[in-house]
């Protein structure tokens, strides 16, 4: 399983960004996914998430109304459109899949996979 996450760089404030994960290995409508920042000096936080069929969507009260979560599961591919970007936004951008099955015995059994992530730099 391989997830490539791209389309970070150097922007001013106010400027918008689209990030792309792609995934490799993995059938991407099987996992729900999301994206994660962590800036530096900084533990890693939740941005924002979306269902495996992309019904549902859940945001950080900190991008709420500024990005928004899509996924093209035909093309394996999971998005981050980011507007009107803050010098806070600065961070290295991760996209994670989760999906959950169940043992043998009826236990819900989660896997997690990471992409290498992707730098955000916002100026002032």
């Known amino acids: 399983v391989q997830l490539q996450a791209s389309g970070g760089g150097l922007v001013q404030a106010g400027d918008s960004l689209r990030l792309s994960c792609a995934a490799s290995?993995?059938?991407?409508?099987?996992?729900?996914m999301a994206w994660f920042r962590q800036a530096p000096g900084k533990e890693r936080e939740f941005v924002a998430a979306?269902?495996?069929?992309?019904?549902?969507?859940d945001y950080a009260d900190s991008v709420k109304g500024r990005f928004a979560i899509s996924r093209d599961n035909a093309k394996g591919t999971v998005f981050l459109q980011m507007n009107s970007l803050k010098p806070e936004d600065t961070a290295v951008y991760y996209c994670?899949?989760?999906?959950?099955?169940?043992?043998?015995?009826?236990?819900?059994?989660?896997?997690?996979?990471w992409g290498q992530g992707t730098q955000v730099t916002v100026s002032s």
């Open positions: 994670k899949a989760e999906t959950m099955n169940y043992n043998d015995y009826g236990e819900p059994v989660v896997a997690n996979y």
């Open positions: 290995g993995l059938t991407l409508v099987n996992y729900a």
């Open positions: 979306i269902s495996r069929t992309g019904g549902i969507s």
